[in-house]
């Protein structure tokens, strides 16, 4: 229980919005996080996809090793491979109940286990490509293969009204705690009070929709006279946007390393039986 | 020539409305003036400046009459990206026009959507003249509220425009830095020729910054004049719910006519009219050893983990004991601490170390929900509270909760009190300022609470409003043990408060009374708070004791003489 509690304490609204906004733009400084989002695009499609069409438990662990060393060098926020821990560890775990429940027996551990190592390596190489680019990145490597304007515009924007949101809804959900009545008895295993601040989770959003809405209003003003919709129509802008966007010598020995341990695996995979 | 804009014979109405909200406009800005835009709520002042920068009519699609040309571009032909190289403007809720996340990316985000390829020059060089070159880096969310509006600022000055347009800035700021503000916009106005025009509600700062004053009534320009003549005209200033400087107000009730309107005027003007020996009334120190304590505060420590992972101390060694019956006014510049030490009172953040107890309860021990019970916080901005659909319906969401009996007679009776009856089937985010203020004191009053926290209740409003809210405040005392109040607004203070506490860098560097504290302007200073005028007034006389409101100053001179010397009112200037 207590260890509960304290997870409770550091899961704060405050916590939680450091660590999204360290996971969007705080990790500018590693390896990967200086290379061009192209590079990681391409990088990732292969690692994003392929795992679906391999099914050498070799190649699979092997391309595993690799994600888990490319997250690592991310520097990614521990609360983000926690949740992604905790959500692979569900589904199997689902998965296994269920069908030793419907009259499965052990083996399906094997073929179980093959599926979360292929969801390992997707997730691993989205956190790898996504976390280290900063939204900006992430904007202009769309904009540079030929995704519209508006798409980075809302990426960025999005993430710099991200904090705004976070303290808003929490203003709300304490706004109900300062005014409403929490159940005087706990319940079976804290029954009562998770049912009611799952209420109030929920209902927090129906203000915070009105009010962001309404503050929207005067950023589609302020849009209009910084001159955002003149933007998307000239291509000058684009070139303006995109002159920072260099692929260089990192790229090129990134992907090279990564072909070429890909091309390893896949030859030892001939050779090893596992 | 060099006029920069011109109206004639402008009229607007918004689709839906009853009213034209401009009513055959006539007005002409020229080069280089410093404007202030008055007039009471609903009399058409930021439609005006909307019209400046083309958001009408091409933005807001009314029905539009006349003509108005803007740096020799007529309006009606030029888009509002087309007129906003030419026009800045910052808005009143300013918070909402920065669209990226750094700071330099912001402020070069219009020259970037122009395509001009100096763009991060031009937004360096926008920063670096409001003052803030060394953020540039920085994410816009770790700004304070005035370097936000300085950088909203800055957003517009990257154009390069000729004519600044902006709304309300004394309403949003602390008055520490809507000084800062001003100063900016004096240096922009006097160095580099740009004109100002500037929405304020406030005198006190047009009286020391801009030169010509525009007021407004019901959509028609009253009348354009330099600021003197303006400001003289305290009569029909106060009759529109416009409050002069209060050194004005004090000579024109006295009967002066040629009124003094800044500080160092108003010294020279009465300074020869002071009733020499004062009967001096000692004010009674009141007797706080004998009093019941409802809230105290033993060695109280507050810090939060910020972005770069340190810990920000926001409140340190705090040791306070609040007694029944006060009133006290919590102050200090922004960042100081204020809210957090009453947020701690509500029980929704816990003290890092120390303790805080209620009426002997314990707070940390406490689930907010159950501090309810005695303690209402009403938030600074009242639209974080409202969390039904109707004001009636967020007013008895408490006694609701906790299922009190007939509470539905309490609440009729609220609304009333609050003159909210007319009022109680609207959303409440839907109402103005005034009368969102309103309803989160009523939905604090049916909490029927024995202490009650008010979070700078008196910013962004407008004079007449603020007014109107002091009365309630002034009457929250009958039915409440201690009313706590964060503030900025320092007449608040001087006219409500009977205890002073003065937070800087989260300690505690003052605790007393007014009297103690307006006389120590070194304090102020290094607090960053600024008296009111009539009490900067009364210190610069030398009179005793101080005055801290119009009515004592005047009642001083009355009792004295009598009559007062109209003679001596024309040696001015």
């Not at chain 2, 920065?98 to 100096?118: I, K, Y």
């Not at chain 2, 763009?119 to 003052?131: C, I, K, M, P, W």
């Amino acid at each position: 229980m207590a260890a509960a509690k304290s997870f409770a304490d550091k899961l704060s609204f405050e916590q939680i919005k450091i660590e999204l906004l360290n996971t969007a733009y705080g990790n500018d400084r590693t390896l990967i996080a200086k290379l061009d989002p192209r590079t990681l695009f391409l990088w990732y499609a292969f690692f994003g996809i392929a795992p679906w069409f391999i099914h050498s438990r070799f190649i699979l662990a092997g391309m595993l090793l690799f994600v888990i060393g490319t997250t690592i060098m991310t520097k990614v926020s521990r609360l983000i491979i926690f949740i992604l821990i905790l959500g692979l560890l569900g589904e199997s775990g689902y998965l296994l109940i269920a069908s030793l429940f419907f009259g499965g027996n052990l083996g399906i551990i094997i073929p179980l286990l093959v599926l979360t190592m292929k969801l390992s390596v997707i997730s691993l190489a989205s956190i790898t490509a996504f976390c280290s680019m900063s939204p900006e990145r992430l904007g202009e490597g769309l904009l540079r293969i030929g995704v519209p304007g508006q798409v980075s515009f809302s990426i960025s924007y999005g993430y710099r009204m991200l904090p705004t949101l976070f303290e808003e809804y929490n203003h709300i959900f304490m706004s109900y705690r300062l005014r409403g009545k929490s159940p005087e008895k706990h319940g079976l295993f804290y029954f009562r009070t998770v049912i009611y601040f799952i209420k109030l989770a929920v209902k927090s959003f129906y203000p915070l929709l009105l009010s962001m809405a309404k503050r929207a209003r005067t950023t589609v003003e302020a849009l209009e006279t910084k001159g955002g919709q003149y933007a998307f129509r000239n291509p000058a802008v684009k070139k303006l946007k995109l002159a920072n966007l260099r692929i260089g010598k990192t790229d090129y020995f990134f992907l090279l390393i990564s072909v070429l341990y890909l091309i390893s695996i896949f030859i030892s995979s001939h050779y090893v039986s596992f | 020539m060099n006029e920069l804009i011109h109206v004639e014979n402008v009229t607007f109405q918004y689709p839906g409305a009853e009213h034209p909200v401009l009513n055959k406009m006539n007005l002409s800005v020229k080069k280089g003036e410093f404007l202030a835009v008055i007039g009471s709520n609903g009399s058409g002042k930021s439609t005006l400046c909307k019209l400046f920068n083309g958001l009408i009519p091409h933005f807001y699609t009314g029905d539009f009459e006349g003509s108005v040309t803007v740096s020799g571009l007529n309006i009606v032909e030029n888009s509002v990206a087309d007129l906003s190289c030419h026009v800045g403007y910052v808005f009143q809720d300013f918070e909402n026009q920065l669209v990226q996340a750094r700071v330099l990316e912001d402020v070069s985000f219009a020259p970037l959507n122009f395509g001009m390829e100096d763009y991060l020059q031009r937004g360096r060089r926008a920063l670096e003249l409001v003052g803030l070159a060394h953020l540039a880096d920085e994410f816009v969310w770790q700004l304070s509220g005035g370097q936000k509006h300085l950088l909203a600022l800055a957003g517009g000055l990257a154009m390069n425009p000729d004519i600044i347009v902006i709304d309300e800035p004394t309403a949003q700021l602390d008055p520490y830095h809507a000084k800062e503000i001003y100063e900016v916009l004096k240096k922009l106005n006097e160095q580099y020729g740009k004109t100002i025009i500037s929405i304020e509600h406030h005198t006190e700062f047009i009286a020391e910054y801009c030169r010509t004053v525009l007021l407004l009534n019901k959509g028609s320009v009253l009348w354009k004049r330099s600021t003197r003549e303006a400001l003289s005209e305290v009569e029909l200033l106060t009759e529109l719910a416009i409050y002069p400087p209060q050194a004005a107000q004090a000579a024109s009730r006295l009967g002066a006519d040629n009124v003094p309107i800044t500080l160092n005027e108003a010294i020279a003007f009465f300074k020869e009219k002071v009733p020499c020996g004062m009967p001096s009334v000692p004010r009674q120190k009141p007797d706080r050893s004998q009093e019941e304590t409802v809230i105290r505060f033993d060695q109280v420590g507050f810090s939060y983990k910020s972005m770069n992972k340190k810990r920000a101390q926001v409140l340190k060694n705090i040791n306070l004991s609040l007694n029944k019956g006060e009133q006290v006014a919590i102050v200090g510049n922004n960042g100081a601490g204020k809210s957090t030490l009453l947020r701690l009172i509500t029980g929704v953040k816990k003290p890092e170390s120390g303790s805080i107890t209620v009426r002997s309860q314990s707070v940390a021990s406490c689930a907010p929900e159950k501090m309810a019970d005695h303690v209402a916080y009403i938030y600074q901005n009242p639209e974080q509270m409202f969390i039904d659909d109707s004001v009636k319906k967020d007013v008895a969401f408490f006694p609701r909760a906790r299922k009190i009996k007939g509470y539905e007679a309490k609440i009729d009776e609220i609304l009333k009190q609050f003159d909210l009856v007319d009022l109680q089937d609207k959303d409440s985010r839907l109402m103005s300022g005034g009368q969102q203020r309103r309803a989160s004191l009523a939905i604090g009053a049916a909490m029927n609470p024995s202490v009650i926290l008010l979070d700078e209740p008196t910013a962004s409003l407008d004079m007449a409003t603020r007014k109107h809210l002091t009365q309630f405040i002034l009457k929250l005392k009958e039915q409440i043990d201690l009313v706590m109040i964060a503030t900025h607004d320092m007449q608040l203070v001087s006219e409500w408060a009977t205890r002073v506490i003065v937070l800087h860098h989260g300690q505690i560097i003052f605790d007393g009374n007014k009297e103690e504290l307006f006389s120590n302007p070194a304090l102020m200073d290094k607090a960053g708070l600024v008296p009111p005028q009539i009490v900067t007034l009364s210190l610069a006389l030398n009179v005793e004791p101080i005055d801290y409101s119009v009515d004592s100053f005047i009642n001083r001179f009355k009792e004295a003489r009598g009559e007062w010397p109209l003679q001596k009112a024309s040696q001015i200037n």
